[in-house]
């Protein structure tokens, strides 16, 4: 609930850490069977040589906040294109977030899409009117370089703060050493984004 994301006095550090462990849980019962699989397939010798079996698996989290415009760069406005980067991590390709605006003032909307690419013209999240808090759902791959997202603001003459949480991630998992990869995918999820100028 919009509410709920825009509560100020929370912060990544200041979560439990359930939402990791259900991660790695998640993460491993996606793919325990296909590595049962694999390894019978390949006669279920503990000598043979494995050969690394990437795939993409989806796993919720959190949700961890990695942003809040209010206590760090202030107000987006129209016009204007953020590039919020963080420390890659090669294992993780993709992200899904709650994008959360508060505070807005006119009409506006925010589009969230990876930092390596130009806009595509989609909104992630619109507004109507001044002083609304709205919450929408921002799935998009992330630029391998800086694990980076754009977010940029259109309307006419209108402004916003917005918050982000992290509630998912498309990560390559390793078949074949599934709680290294998701365990090495999980340890960065939580990490604040920060504003590249």
């Not at 800086?146 to 309307?155: D, E, K, L, P, S």
């Not at 074949?176 to 999980?186: E, F, G, L, Y």
Request: net charge negative; glycine share 12%; proline share 4%.
């Amino acid at each position: 609930m919009a509410n709920d994301s825009t509560h100020t006095g929370e912060t990544a550090a200041d979560q439990p850490d359930h939402g990791r462990r259900n991660f790695l849980l998640k993460s491993g019962a996606a793919v325990a069977g296909v590595a049962l699989g694999a390894a019978a397939l390949d006669g279920g010798s503990a000598s043979a040589v494995v050969t690394p079996i990437l795939t993409p698996v989806y796993a919720p989290v959190g949700p961890y906040r990695i942003f809040d415009s209010r206590t760090s760069t202030g107000r987006i406005t129209t016009g204007e294109e953020w590039l919020l980067v963080r420390t890659p991590n090669a294992s993780i390709v993709a992200n899904c977030f709650n994008l959360t605006v508060t505070e807005t003032v006119g009409k506006g909307w925010l589009a969230v899409y990876p930092g390596d690419v130009a806009f595509g013209g989609t909104s992630s999240i619109n507004w109507f009117g001044n002083s609304q808090d709205l919450a929408n759902n921002a799935y998009t791959n992330i630029e391998a370089s800086n694990a980076g997202v754009h977010v940029q603001c259109g309307g006419g003459g209108t402004s916003t703060h917005f918050v982000i949480d992290v509630i998912g991630a498309l990560i390559l998992v390793d078949l074949t050493a599934v709680s290294s990869t998701a365990a090495m995918a999980a340890a960065s999820l939580d990490e604040p984004f920060r504003v590249q100028r």
